[in-house]
């Protein structure tokens, strides 16, 4: 079921880089102007990020699949009829449709919970990766006239009953608290299956606790994130423009011509003095406007150097 909620928020994800693909922004690096990209391609990413944990929550169900019934009491089958392990595997098989197995060694897979500790760990990556996103939404959508402003979330409630007007990133908060939650549950597995003794690991009962509640938090986070915020986003593509063709950032693909050292100086100038790369580039006469327009003149191009 988590699988199957994390498919449905990345087409919530891809839906909307399909309908941003044509709009240009600022990427950025360490919250600092870097490089013009697409809110497509930021999108994209998310819905890319979303796709590969899926893929490593299939790569470990089948670890969930190895039983070590009729072990018994330390594993050593004592007790047991012979053949029993393997009917009565079959047997839950049939009942559950789940391709369960016999463990390969009955002893060791009494004792050690290790398996636990990889499925948390991996949920622990959709909590984190989902955090991350989460993150993002909420400081691309700052403002509305003194931040970011370059999505607007939907309104999903009064933001605060001082400020009129104000509305808050509610619906990726509510993911960022899930994904701390399972960080903590990650913590309890680790810790219980740890804390095994010899032949037997008395803490399964809190492992097992720790990832359905995780499980259940994250797939109901999924569905929240994408009905209730993704599908509704909408972009500000004059704010977004407008920072492009203002940004110290697009001295970057002036460098080659420049070299290193002139572009610096073009872009401290810029900043120093608040004008556009361009105006800086025709004051100090580094290249002429039909150099610069076919570097800089369109900068679609600069998105996709290579077409």
Do not use: W
């Amino acid at each position: 079921e988590l699988v199957t909620a994390m498919a449905h928020l990345r087409g919530a994800f891809g839906g909307k880089a399909e309908e941003f693909k044509d709009i240009i922004k600022m990427g950025r690096t360490q919250l600092q102007d870097a490089v013009p990209m697409t809110l497509g391609m930021e999108f994209a990413t998310f819905a890319r990020m979303t796709m590969e944990d899926e893929d490593r929550l299939r790569d470990v169900i089948p670890l969930l699949c190895e039983i070590n019934i009729g072990g018994t009491a330390i594993g050593t089958q004592l007790n047991a009829p012979k053949g029993y392990s393997a009917l009565a595997c079959q047997n839950l098989s049939k009942l559950t449709g789940i391709p369960f197995v016999v463990a390969e060694d009955m002893v060791e897979a009494t004792q050690d919970a290790g398996v636990f500790v990889m499925v948390s760990g991996v949920l622990k990556r959709v909590a984190v990766k989902l955090s991350k996103t989460s993150n993002d939404l909420r400081l691309l959508s700052s403002g509305p006239r003194a931040g970011f402003g370059e999505i607007n979330l939907p309104p999903r409630q009064a933001g605060s009953s001082i400020m009129p007007g104000k509305v808050n990133p509610v619906i990726p908060e509510v993911v960022n608290q899930v994904a701390f939650a399972m960080i903590g549950y990650d913590i309890t597995v680790t810790m219980a299956a740890e804390a095994g003794q010899l032949q037997l690991n008395a803490f399964e009962p809190i492992m097992c606790r720790a990832l359905m509640m995780g499980i259940t938090q994250l797939r109901q986070a999924c569905y929240v994130l994408a009905d209730l915020c993704v599908k509704d986003i909408t972009a500000n593509v004059p704010k977004m423009r407008r920072d492009v063709e203002r940004s110290i950032g697009l001295v970057t693909a002036l460098s080659p011509m420049l070299g290193y050292e002139n572009a610096t100086a073009v872009a401290q100038k810029a900043q120093a003095e608040d004008k556009t790369v361009r105006q800086v580039v025709q004051e100090l006469a580094l290249m002429s406007e039909a150099e610069f327009e076919a570097i800089l003149g369109d900068v679609d191009k600069l998105v996709r150097p290579n077409g």
